[in-house]
């Protein structure tokens, strides 16, 4: 009858609930990869992405919606792009006698346009792709053919919680 109200710690659980979160970030499916479909790159970022839909995401998005992001990351580079492409060859053209400070408007207008598109992917993150267990992020990956570094769409499965597991 003395141990009756002892308190005895579980650490067993703990180490399962960890064990088992391990579970789900290692059997969660590669990311897909969309590299950049256009013809001119500045800076890495290509001018368009291919709306052709990845036979890895059927069943978890619809079609209909990809192409209708893809078409928004699209619209937004057709509208920044051009204008950095004109600023880079004005650039080109006064490096020599601005000591390569006329790229700095090309970089800085690049900037910009890599942070509207990330403002446009956690926008469509947060209206559709976190319900449906997707994430959706702009990323700096290295070529396949070349040294160079360029931008590509990624879109990451999130793992799957057991929410009807006790605590």
């Known amino acids: 009858m003395a141990d009756f109200d002892t308190i005895y710690e579980l650490e067993d659980e703990e180490d399962e609930h960890v064990v088992s979160e391990e579970h789900l970030v290692r059997y969660c499916p590669e990311p897909v ?92 993150n947060n209206r559709l792709y976190h319900k449906l267990g997707l994430h959706w992020k702009l990323s700096k990956r290295k070529c396949e053919s070349s040294n160079m570094m360029e931008y590509v769409i990624l879109i990451e499965f999130l793992p799957k919680y057991p929410i009807f597991r006790p605590d």
């Not at 800076?43 to 709306?51: E, I, M, P, V």
Request: aromatic content about 8%; proline content about 4%; glycine content about 6%.
């Open 33 to 124: 990869v969309l590299r950049g479909a256009g013809h001119i790159t500045v800076f890495g970022l290509s001018n368009k992405f291919d709306t052709e839909f990845p036979s890895v995401l059927t069943g978890k998005v619809a079609p209909e919606e990809f192409k209708t992001s893809i078409s928004r990351v699209n619209a937004c580079l057709k509208k920044n792009l051009p204008v950095n492409v004109k600023w880079l060859l004005c650039g080109c053209l006064c490096c020599c006698c601005t000591v390569g400070c006329s790229l700095w408007p090309v970089i800085c207008l690049n900037k910009r346009t890599r942070r509207s598109i990330q403002k446009l992917l956690e926008w469509e």
